[in-house]
């Protein structure tokens, strides 16, 4: 037992020490599983692997990718050989509602899709190959219905299961491009479509470090896997190959039924449930709470076309500042230096550079809102 929690230590430290895991999105996510699973193990060798995630952590530095594609993830290694041990842990710590499911548009689901026709029945994943989801977009064979790169293989394939089954145009996935290598979202897909899932929602069959489902229903996968045939392209990045696959499936496919159910008992024992999130009516704060790391005061330069962000204590030294080019950049290096502790705080904050990075393009003044 001390020898698996000593192993994932020794990885964490081995990783930290290395300059791309400090910045990288999979060192970060895989340190926040353990902090929200760790304490779930009641033994001593958790209590202290616990402690070296919190030394970990405190080494980070701003995020700069969500993940490197190194061939020997450093993090994940730790961290499946962890889950092989409790197996549990694998499904906990990945948490389910990571996005908002539309009813009133198509696809249910953002993220980083083209729409070129919603009635057409082809659907492409690109996998890593970002470009390519650019040529082909552009090119906009006949038949291609929506296309966009799926980059791990938990949310990124709940999101392709999702968005395929509200719409029953789709019947074909072309799935091509640079799959991910040690996400294997890809293959991952593969599995999903020819295995399933099992009890605990992990696909069947698939080698890649994480592949489980906690934003859709059994009922969905089952009736993706009924919807869809899937052509396996992986490792294709011939923009007029696929096109030409796309038009020669378009071909082949069969025009979808409609949405509309007719009432019979036929259609409605057909008909799979689709899972949705609760709606949430938003409500006015009843109390604004102070972030105890201090406060911001946000400069935006038109000339300069900076935005400087002053970070003060309450007792109004000033601690930092911060400069950037844009918001998105400011907001994470605040965020990824823990200069902000509270949610609502650094809501206001993302909102007020907005403001503030608009002031700058459009011209008008910038007044920073009270938080």
Not at 79 to 91: C, E, I, Q, R
Not at 298 to 319: C, F, M, R, W
């Amino acid at each position: 037992m001390t020898l698996i929690f000593n192993q994932v230590h020794s990885e964490l430290e081995k990783g930290i020490r290395l300059s791309k895991c400090r910045k990288c999105g999979c060192m970060r996510g895989t340190l926040e599983n353990l902090k929200a699973s760790l304490p779930s193990i009641k033994i001593k060798e958790a209590k202290d692997l616990f402690k070296g995630v919190n030394e970990c952590q405190a080494k980070l530095e701003p995020l700069e990718y969500p993940c490197f594609g190194c061939k020997y993830c450093i993090p994940a290694e730790a961290m499946t050989k962890l889950t092989s041990k409790f197996p549990s842990l694998a499904s906990s710590t990945l948490s389910s509602c990571e996005f908002e499911v539309s009813k009133n548009s198509w696809p249910p689901v953002s993220g980083e899709y083209t729409v070129t026709d919603k009635s057409s029945p082809v659907a492409v994943s690109v996998l890593a190959s970002a470009k390519l989801e650019e040529k082909l977009s552009k090119s906009r064979p006949e038949g291609l219905c929506i296309i966009g790169k799926t980059e791990t293989e938990n949310i990124g394939i709940d999101k392709i299961v999702k968005n395929v089954v509200t719409n029953p145009a789709i019947s074909f996935l072309i799935v091509a491009g640079k799959d991910t290598k040690g996400h294997q979202s890809g293959k991952t897909l593969l599995a999903l479509w020819e295995n399933g899932v099992d009890k605990n929602m992990r696909v069947i069959g698939s080698t890649a470090r994480r592949p489980i489902l906690k934003n859709v229903s059994l009922s969905e996968v089952n009736a993706f896997r009924k919807q869809i045939q899937i052509d396996n392209l992986i490792g294709c990045e011939n923009t007029t190959a696929l096109s030409k696959r796309i038009e020669e499936l378009a071909q082949k496919a069969v025009p979808a039924k409609s949405t509309v159910s007719c009432g019979c008992h036929s259609c409605c024992d057909e008909a799979e449930p689709i899972a949705t999130v609760p709606k949430i009516k938003a409500e006015k704060p009843r109390a604004i709470k102070l972030d105890k790391a201090g406060y911001f005061v946000i400069i935006p330069s038109k000339n300069g076309k900076i935005i400087t962000v002053e970070h003060y204590s309450y007792d109004n030294k000033l601690l930092r500042t911060i400069e950037g080019k844009n918001s998105r950049d400011i907001y994470f290096t605040i965020i990824s230096n823990r200069w902000i502790t509270d949610l609502s705080h650094a809501a206001y904050i993302g909102k007020e550079l907005e403001k503030a990075e608009l002031s700058i393009k459009k011209g008008f003044k910038f007044v920073q809102d009270g938080a």
